[in-house]
């Protein structure tokens, strides 16, 4: 059990490390600013325009790194520094949410996986800490309710990892419309790049952290020991 413990510290901090580094690197990407001068507003609406989505309206919420698209409203919400914004980062940020529009209207596969999945997990993340720790407490009276718990977490992690496929999808439409489209220039597409990979790196830790915690949880249930 106490490798389990080494694994977790060790996933917390690195996830420390890449959110700090995201942010240090969305930072200094937002002090270069695009060649063609367009704002994260104006860029997003123009490629919803280029895909013929005409039914998604690209608004501004209050926020740090806050962006994102919301199905249920057709929305593609983006923070003030991104909405307002004129730097690659902007870019990077409103093009890759728009992406997320292109899934919806083109009904990506994996979106629509994960779409489905939203209504189960918003109900199970409700009491699924409460199971887990009730049945950590009466696991040698009643270790039923921590398999329930275990069930409910690995809902999480399965929602974790079919997020991926949707966030470097999103990605990737976002740099192949922006260099198709000639809206960044070639260094301004690798800065572009390497801002949504740092972004796509906290979902990928996100998700390996999500499977070390659900197998630590199976090994409390076996009743493992080191």
Request: some cysteine.
């Given at each position: 059990?106490?490798?389990?413990y080494?694994i977790?510290?060790?996933?917390?901090l690195?996830s420390f490390?890449?959110?700090?580094?995201?942010?240090s690197k969305?930072n200094?990407y937002?002090q270069q600013?695009l060649?063609?001068?367009?704002?994260?507003?104006?860029?997003a609406e123009?490629?919803l325009?280029?895909?013929g989505i005409?039914?998604?309206k690209?608004?501004s919420?209050?926020?740090?790194?806050?962006d994102?698209y919301?199905?249920a409203d057709?929305?593609?919400n983006?923070?003030p520094d991104?909405?307002?914004?004129?730097?690659v980062?902007?870019?990077?940020?409103?093009a890759?949410e728009?992406g997320?529009?292109?899934?919806?209207?083109t009904?990506?596969?994996w979106?629509?996986f994960?779409?489905?999945?939203?209504?189960?997990?918003?109900?199970?993340?409700?009491y699924m800490q409460?199971?887990?720790l009730?049945?950590i407490l009466?696991?040698?009276t009643?270790?039923?309710?921590?398999?329930?718990?275990?069930?409910?977490?690995?809902?999480?992690?399965?929602f974790?990892?079919?997020t991926?496929p949707?966030?470097?999808?999103?990605?990737?439409?976002?740099?192949?419309?922006?260099e198709?489209?000639n809206?960044?220039q070639?260094?301004?597409?690798?800065?572009a790049?390497?801002?949504?990979?740092?972004?796509a790196s906290?979902?990928?830790?996100?998700a390996l952290s999500?499977?070390a915690t659900?197998?630590?949880?199976?090994?409390?249930?076996m009743g493992?020991?080191?």
């Amino acid at each position: 059990m106490g490798f389990m413990y080494i694994i977790m510290i060790g996933f917390l901090l690195l996830s420390f490390i890449i959110s700090w580094r995201f942010k240090s690197k969305f930072n200094e990407y937002s002090q270069q600013m695009l060649m063609n001068g367009l704002s994260g507003k104006e860029i997003a609406e123009k490629m919803l325009t280029d895909h013929g989505i005409t039914d998604v309206k690209v608004i501004s919420v209050e926020g740090s790194l806050s962006d994102h698209y919301n199905p249920a409203d057709k929305t593609v919400n983006l923070s003030p520094d991104v909405y307002h914004g004129r730097s690659v980062a902007s870019a990077a940020v409103a093009a890759h949410e728009c992406g997320h529009a292109v899934q919806h209207a083109t009904a990506y596969s994996w979106l629509n996986f994960r779409s489905a999945m939203v209504p189960a997990l918003s109900v199970s993340s409700k009491y699924m800490q409460w199971i887990l720790l009730g049945g950590i407490l009466l696991l040698n009276t009643f270790p039923a309710l921590l398999l329930i718990g275990i069930l409910l977490f690995a809902l999480t992690t399965v929602f974790s990892f079919v997020t991926l496929p949707v966030e470097f999808d999103a990605s990737n439409r976002a740099i192949a419309w922006l260099e198709t489209n000639n809206i960044t220039q070639r260094n301004e597409t690798e800065t572009a790049k390497s801002a949504l990979k740092w972004a796509a790196s906290t979902y990928v830790i996100a998700a390996l952290s999500s499977l070390a915690t659900l197998v630590y949880y199976i090994m409390i249930f076996m009743g493992r020991r080191d």
